[in-house]
């Protein structure tokens, strides 16, 4: 998981819902695995703000 | 051509970061920086192995998401790749005559407006540790002093990321190394919660945190780590 993009995407939704670093990582590995995309598209629409995930700690 | 009255300055304020409030990831964004003034290109990466040995980012002159992705492609392909496991500086690269060698990266670098990469490694003893990358969208070539000036860049990044403990042993050296990318995931991170916090743009934060690390004499990691642990000002970093 080197990828820059990632890391930032997963800051960025650990401040928007008050959550843990590694609970907002499992957030957009959830929405990766579930949306079947990769999880750098993932993060870049985070980043972009054209994706909004789901509140809390909740990984659905 | 290399800005030569400019070259000593840079290599004085490289090595007086050294010295003072150390931060190395902090330390290899100049580093980044000042390869794009010296040699007139227009984005420059380093990239370090980890403990695997493949390649990861470890600091860019710019920010913009068609750059990042060309240094990240070079996971599989690429001349950081190639100068990272030959050991040699690859130069004057022509990317558009690279298509078939590194068809991804070399689509890449022509639609994000660049015509010509070079490589350099990062070499320490008879290893290599990494490489800095270089990326021009003029097609002038760099000459050979040019070079020799990369691969001094590229020799003080080595020294920079080995500057923090003496290097002895190769476990100590997999360590400092390991030590560095988790740094900059941390750094990334942080950017990250600024930005999430704020609305603005990650790059802004950026420019924000190593703004506030300067004024208060604090190293970037440290900065970064109180971002996350919501240890630092906030209102003080924003005010940047």
């Known amino acids: 998981m080197g990828r820059s993009e990632v890391h930032q995407a997963t800051g960025m939704l650990s401040a928007q819902h008050g959550v843990s670093l590694a609970q907002a990582l499992m957030m957009l590995q959830a929405r990766a695995y579930s949306a079947e995309r990769p999880i750098l598209d993932i993060a870049r629409d985070v980043l972009g703000r054209r994706l909004e995930l789901g509140n809390g700690a909740a990984v659905d | ?240």
């Open chain 2, 1 to 240: 051509m290399a800005q030569v009255e400019h070259l000593g300055e840079v290599f004085v304020e490289l090595a007086d970061t050294l010295v003072k409030d150390f931060d190395v990831v902090d330390f290899l964004h100049n580093v980044t920086v000042r390869s794009v003034q010296l040699l007139e290109v227009d984005a420059a990466g380093l990239m370090l192995a980890d403990q695997r040995g493949s390649l990861t980012i470890m600091a860019t002159s710019d920010d913009r998401a068609e750059t990042l992705e060309l240094f990240e492609l070079q996971h599989d392909q690429g001349p950081c790749l190639d100068s990272f496991k030959t050991g040699r500086a690859i130069v004057n690269i022509d990317l558009k005559s690279s298509l078939v060698a590194w068809p991804k990266f070399a689509a890449a670098a022509c639609d994000a407006g660049f015509n010509y990469s070079h490589a350099v490694p990062l070499r320490l003893r008879d290893e290599v540790i990494g490489a800095l990358n270089l990326f021009c969208s003029t097609a002038i070539p760099l000459s050979p002093d040019d070079i020799a000036l990369a691969q001094a860049l590229a020799d003080v990044a080595t020294i920079g990321l080995l500057q923090e403990r003496s290097v002895r042993e190769q476990s100590v050296l997999a360590e400092q190394l390991q030590s560095a990318l988790n740094s900059r995931v941390l750094i990334e991170q942080a950017k990250g919660v600024l930005a999430g916090r704020t609305g603005m743009e990650v790059s802004e934060a950026f420019r924000r945190m190593r703004s506030f690390a300067r004024t208060n004499g604090l190293g970037l990691s440290a900065v970064a780590s109180g971002v996350i642990n919501g240890s630092s000002d906030m209102q003080e970093i924003l005010s940047q």
